[in-house]
């Protein structure tokens, strides 16, 4: 049984930062991509950003670019997104994914998702 377990949301004024955590157990992370998405009030849910497996390549929203960078644990099985700079515009409950299968980036299809931590930046 795959989980995932965000953290490290909260309320924040514009221009701090907060460091997102996703706690992810019932597998072993090295062969998979993780991601972390979300989604704002009567909004879809969009992509944030994605690191892949083992060579860590990195990728990012335009929205975000420069402002935040996710990273991994692979040996803590944990995916982290620092956010910095944060605007009003990033309020959103942001969720972490895996996909279901390993080598791949289909995180829209995936059965693995956390349950989403709420992200409110003030103006």
């Known amino acids: 049984q795959v989980q995932l377990v965000e953290s490290g949301g909260g309320l924040v004024q514009a221009g701090g930062s907060l460091r997102l955590s996703c706690q992810v157990s019932g597998r072993p992370l090295s062969n998979y991509a993780l991601g972390w998405f979300r989604q704002a009030p009567g909004k879809e849910r969009e992509f944030v950003s994605s690191?892949?497996?083992?060579?860590?390549?990195?990728y990012y929203a335009d929205s975000v670019k420069g402002r935040f960078t996710i990273s991994r644990n692979n040996a803590k099985n944990t995916v982290y997104l620092q956010m910095n700079s944060l605007k009003p515009e990033d309020t959103a409950v942001y969720y972490c994914a895996v996909p279901t299968l390993p080598y791949s980036n289909n995180f829209q299809d995936s059965n693995y998702w956390g349950q989403g931590t709420q992200v409110t930046v003030s103006s």
């Open positions: 690191i892949t497996w083992r060579v860590a390549n990195t």
